[in-house]
Each structure stands twice: as structure tokens, then as C-alpha cells.
T-cell receptor
Framework: GDSVTQTEGQVTVSESKSLIINCTYS????????LFWYVRYPGEGLQLLLK?????QKGSSRGFEATYNKETTSFHLQKASVQESDSAVYYC????????????FGKGTHLHVLP | SVLLYQKPNRDICQSGTSLKIQCVAD?????MFWYQQFQEQSLMLMAT?????????ESGFTKDKFPISRPNLTFSTLTVNNARPGDSSIYFC??????????FGKGTRLTVV
């Protein structure tokens, strides 16, 4: 079936350091899936951080970026210099087939940025 | 974008009782869904709320346990029947945009005691 794997449940980084949150996916769809990163800040709802719908392309938002790599089936989230305000839970997600409705989520990675 | 308002934000209920969660969209949306999230786990799609007809349930979720109504294109309710401690989780409503962007409510944290 379709799945998304985030290997780190929690990541702690000092402010101004670089960040990478790993995400790999698996899908049985013959179509290339659409890939997303969602973020939930404390006390807030889930919101879209970035999305990429074309393999090989990079998405970016708020200093974060992720590249859709179909060879390694990965969509890692990176940021060169994190801020304390980036502390949140980050979810990698995919829509296997744009004709379908189902969104498959990873378990989420809780990012703590130390001042 | 679409804003989804859920209420209540959180609730505590006794085992064996029922709880209703409401979701209101600030504009008409074609597709509306309900997700369940246990702590430290993925969001799991429970069902698609279909306007004016029965919801479509994913494996592991039934209409008897989680009846869903969707009387119009801006409103849906999820009911948790015969609540058990194992139902304690966060419930999210969401809508899917034609461009495949998904919007979420802030969630309802349910604790069953």
C-alpha cells in the first residue's frame, strides 16, 4: 500500500544551525504522487508548508525547502538556519493519485529549536 | 484557502456515551474528510463526508461507531458512539481543494474516561 516514513520522532537543533528532517515514501500508484510538508505550531491547526507535484522539482517556503526525488523516493525537509519560532511538528504527506482523495501522512517529527 | 472551524476544541466524556464534533467551512467545499490521530501517530483517514448521502468509510471505521452527516457543502458532523478510552485521540476535519491542497481544522481532542 501507500505509506510515508519519517524516521525521527523528535529533533532538537540549536538556533541558527541547519536542519534536515527525513521523509521517504512508498506508493502503489502508477502515477507520480504529489508530495507535501505540513506543519502544526503549538496551539494551531495543521497548515501547508510546501508542496511539490512534479518529480525532480524543489518546493520552498519560509526558508524551508524539499526536493521531490523519485529515484530515492524521498522528500527530505531542509533549512539552512533554524529559528526558535520554527519549533513545531512537521508532517510529510503524499496524495498517491490526483484522481483520488486520500492523503497519506507520516507520523510527524517534533522539532525543538533551542535558543 | 479554506478555513475550517471545529467545535468543541476538546472534550472529556464518560465511557458508553456519545459525542458530536462539528466542522464548519467558511466557503463551500466539494470534498470533506475526517481524520483520527492518536498521540505520536500518523493522521488516519476515517471517512469521506458526502453531501446529502452516506459517508464513505475507510477500513477499520464504521458508520455505526462513527456516524457522519453532511447536510450541505459547508457543514459536517462526526459522532463518536459508545465512546471507549481507546477512542481518545484528536479528530480533524479537512477539505481537499481541486489543486490537491488539503486544509484542516484545528482538531478536537477527545478524552474518554
Amino acid at each position: 500500500g501507500d505509506s510515508v516514513t519519517q524516521t525521527e520522532g523528535q529533533v532538537t537543533v540549536s538556533e541558527s544551525k541547519s536542519l534536515i528532517i527525513n521523509c521517504t515514501y512508498s506508493t502503489t500508484s502508477i502515477a507520480y504522487p504529489n508530495l507535501f510538508w505540513y506543519v502544526r505550531y503549538p496551539g494551531e491547526g495543521l497548515q501547508l508548508l510546501l508542496k511539490v507535484i512534479t518529480a525532480g522539482q524543489k518546493g520552498s517556503s519560509r526558508g524551508f525547502e524539499a526536493t521531490y526525488n523519485k529515484e530515492t523516493t524521498s522528500f527530505h525537509l531542509q533549512k539552512a538556519s533554524v529559528q526558535e519560532s520554527d519549533s513545531a511538528v512537521y508532517y510529510c504527506a503524499l496524495v498517491p493519485d490526483t484522481n483520488a482523495y486520500k492523503v497519506i501522512f507520516g507520523k510527524g517529527t517534533h522539532l525543538h529549536v533551542l535558543p | 484557502s479554506v478555513l475550517l472551524y471545529q467545535k468543541p476544541n476538546r472534550d472529556i466524556c464518560q465511557s458508553g456515551t456519545s459525542l458530536k464534533i462539528q466542522c464548519v467551512a467558511d466557503s463551500q467545499v466539494v470534498s470533506m474528510f475526517w481524520y483520527q490521530q492518536f498521540q505520536e501517530q500518523s493522521l488516519m483517514l476515517m471517512a469521506t463526508a458526502n453531501e446529502g448521502s452516506e459517508a464513505t468509510y475507510e477500513s477499520g471505521f464504521t458508520k455505526d461507531k462513527f456516524p457522519i452527516s453532511r447536510p450541505n457543502l459547508t457543514f459536517s458532523t462526526l459522532t463518536v458512539n459508545n465512546a471507549r478510552p481507546g477512542d481518545s485521540s484528536i479528530y480533524f476535519c479537512s477539505s481537499l481543494h481541486p489543486n490537491t491542497e488539503v486544509f484542516f481544522g484545528k482538531g478536537t481532542r477527545l478524552t474518554v474516561v
